[in-house]
Antibody
Framework: EVQLVESGGGLVQPGGSLRLSCAAS????????MSWVRQAPGKGLEWVSI???????YYADSVKGRFTISRHESNNTLYLQMTTLRVEDTAVYYC????????????WGRGALVSVSS | QSVLTQPPSVSGAPGQRVTISCSGS?????????VHWYQQLPGAAPKLLIY???NRASGVPDRFSGSKSGTSASLAITGLQAEDEADYYC?????????????FGGGTKLTVL
């Protein structure tokens, strides 16, 4: 059974940093296309970043240069390093699995809440 | 402002049929990128409903169907049930923003009357 469990969320001040983790089970992270998708309170879904199975990465314009996606094969975990955080980055962050690129997000975690506030 | 446009809300009585539209442009849906649909129940994570335009995800009832034509797509729900009350999102890709860019619709809230 595929399972995704996010952790690392919390309250941080503007300009601060935070690292989210997404522990995967039931499949191999490095064999899939793994994304982070966020949802601000009361708002819609916004794609944040993707890591391809081959290691390539892409980012939404709103986070480019501030966020870094990575993975660790030994513990089958996806990460999102977030720096220079802004109030508008406040959201629930979901990790999601696309099994073969452009196939949609077949599995989602429950999400981790990131609150950026002074 | 979302790249894909959905109506903010739709409603229908139990047993009725409703459709949710998703309008894009030549750089996303019209560029032959597939459209995927998600259902988000209150307080829950999104769940894949329809992938690659018209394929139901595992366990999704055949009351849900998807279609795509030109620069638009739609989700149809027949035999509406109270449990269908949720937010629905369409998703595709856009080649005008980056070599790889995921775009979502703004979401549609379905109310079962």
């Amino acid at each position: 059974e595929v399972q995704l469990v996010e952790s690392g969320g919390g309250l941080v001040q503007p300009g601060g940093s935070l690292r989210l983790s997404c522990a995967a089970s039931g499949f191999t992270v490095s064999h899939n296309y793994m994304s982070w998708v966020r949802q601000a309170p009361g708002k819609g879904l916004e794609w944040v970043s993707i890591m391809f199975s081959g290691g390539g990465t892409y980012y939404a314009d709103s986070v480019k240069g501030r966020f870094t996606i990575s993975r660790h094969e030994s513990n089958n975990t996806l990460y999102l390093q977030m720096t220079t955080l802004r109030v508008e980055d406040t959201a629930v962050y979901y990790c999601a699995r696309d099994p073969r690129s452009h196939a949609g997000f077949w599995d989602w975690g429950r999400g981790a809440l990131v609150s950026v506030s002074s | 402002q979302s790249v894909l446009t959905q109506p903010p809300s739709v409603s229908g009585a139990p047993g009725q049929r409703v459709t949710i539209s998703c309008s894009g442009s030549s750089s996303n849906i019209g560029a032959r990128y597939d459209v995927h649909w998600y259902q988000q129940l209150p307080g829950a994570a999104p769940k894949l409903l329809i992938y690659e335009n018209n394929n139901r995800a595992s366990g999704v009832p055949d009351r849900f169907s998807g279609s795509k034509s030109g620069t638009s797509a739609s989700l149809a729900i027949t035999g509406l049930q109270a449990e269908d009350e949720a937010d629905y999102y369409c998703q595709s890709y856009d080649n005008s923003l980056s070599p790889f860019y995921v775009v979502f619709g703004g979401g549609t809230k379905l109310t079962v009357l």
